[in-house]
Every structure is written in C-alpha cells, then in structure tokens.
T-cell receptor, first 114, second 114 residues
Framework: DSGVTQTPKHLITATGQRVTLRCSPR?????VYWYQQSLDQGLQFLIQ???????AKGNILERFSAQQFPDLHSELNLSSLELGDSALYFC?????????????FGEGSWLTVV | AQKVTQAQTEISVVEKEDVTLDCVYE???????LFWYKQPPSGELVFLIR??????QNEISGRYSWNFQKSTSSFNFTITASQVVDSAVYFC???????????FGQGTRLTINP
C-alpha cells in the first residue's frame, strides 16, 4: 500500500459526460501528479501540483482540468468524454516538488467511456 | 529530449530462472534520476528503486538487483530465481533535474511460468 488513495476505482460513463476523479496523497506529501495509462499511449504525464499551485503541465487535454485543495487532496475533472479517454488514471504523490523525489502511485481509477 | 526504451515487450521464463529486463535512456542532462516500477495484474504501480545519475553503484535487494551503467546509458533490472509472483509489467522511468515528471518506457511484460 503506497498510501496514495484514489476514488473511484472503476467508473463507466457515456460519451459527452463529465467525471471527477479524486486523490488523497500520502501523509506529508505536498506534490500531486496525474498520469494517464492507455494501450496506445502508454503512461503519460498529465499535470503536477505542489502545495496547491500548478507546477508542471504535460499532455493534458483542454477538456481536462485539475486542482489541488488546501488539504492537499486533488481532483481531476474530465469533461466532454470521448471513447478515446478510456484509460487507467493514476494519481501519485511525492514529499516535495523537486526532481529526484520518489513518486508513489495510487491504485488508479479505471475509466471506461461507452 | 528525454526518452526511455525498453526493447523487450514480453519475456516468458520458467520459475527459478534468472531474468534481466533491459532499460536504455536518453537525456542531455548530467543530473537525472532513474526509476523502476512494477505493475502487477491488479493494476497498481509499485515503486521498486530510484537511482541518481551520480551514483553508479549497483544495488541488490533480495532477489532483485539493478545494474546502472552511464557509459551505455542503461539501467537494467535482474530478478534472480524468479517466482510466479514476479509476473507483472515492469516500467523503467527517467526524470531530469528541475523536471519532476517521469518519462516512462513502454514496459516489459514478464510472465513466470510454474
């Protein structure tokens, strides 16, 4: 158990809908990351937050947004969903936002868009 | 640009055999960090090891060992006396100084047959 908690674990929704994925980082970790794992793209970095502020952005679509709250939990919002958004979405956390910190991953949220 | 290559897409061995998973990376930075993660069939990403670019000392943890060679830009992972529970997808990843995001290889699916 990494200590990173993600909900829901599984989610099935229809195209065009909006979903929110939730993440609680490990106790004491200030930085949160979101990654997407799909069959064709592999593991892709989406976005990073550090202590409530956006730190880095990766291949995140404009239909997706995220935020980190004062209690350090984070949410990833996915809107106008398409079939291609079906993937495993990981949240991860690290102590600081500095490079080299070990990044611990949650169990992921399986999203299926039908 | 950063890149991680895991040329072995799938490996299948019989239990108790030794197996080595290859990882080759590309980066222009002199300071960087290398990681290995394990993804069992249940889907979570489990952290295995982190290595700094300035520390080429090999590491052994039980049946697991890692060989880091800067001269060949490789960070290979060996499992000695493999067990069925080692069956998983293994990912090698890279992060550079100043950029916390991880760049993942495509993963190697390891199957240990009884």
């Amino acid at each position: 158990d990494s200590g990173v908690t993600q909900t829901p674990k599984h989610l099935i929704t229809a195209t065009g809908q909006r979903v929110t994925l939730r993440c609680s980082p490990r106790s004491g970790d200030l930085s949160v990351y979101w990654y997407q794992q799909s069959l064709d793209q592999g593991l892709q970095f989406l976005i990073q937050y550090y202590n409530g502020e956006e730190r880095a952005k990766g291949n995140i679509l404009e239909r997706f947004s995220a935020q980190q709250f004062p209690d350090l939990h984070s949410e990833l919002n996915l809107s106008s969903l398409e079939l291609g958004d079906s993937a495993l979405y990981f949240c991860a956390s690290s102590l600081q936002g500095a490079s080299g910190n070990t990044i611990y991953f949650g169990e992921g949220s399986w999203l299926t868009v039908v | 640009a950063q890149k991680v290559t895991q040329a072995q897409t799938e490996i299948s061995v019989v239990e108790k055999e030794d197996v080595t998973l290859d990882c080759v990376y590309e980066t222009r930075d002199t300071t960087y960090y290398l990681f290995w993660y394990k993804q069992p069939p249940s889907g979570e990403l489990v952290f295995l090891i982190r290595r700094n670019s300035f520390d080429e000392q090999n590491e052994i943890s039980g049946r697991y060992s890692w060989n880091f060679q800067k001269s060949t830009s490789s960070f290979n992972f060996t499992i000695t006396a493999s067990q069925v529970v080692d069956s998983a997808v293994y990912f090698c990843a890279l992060s550079n100084q100043g950029a916390q995001k991880l760049v993942f290889g495509q993963g190697t699916r390891l199957t240990i047959n009884p």
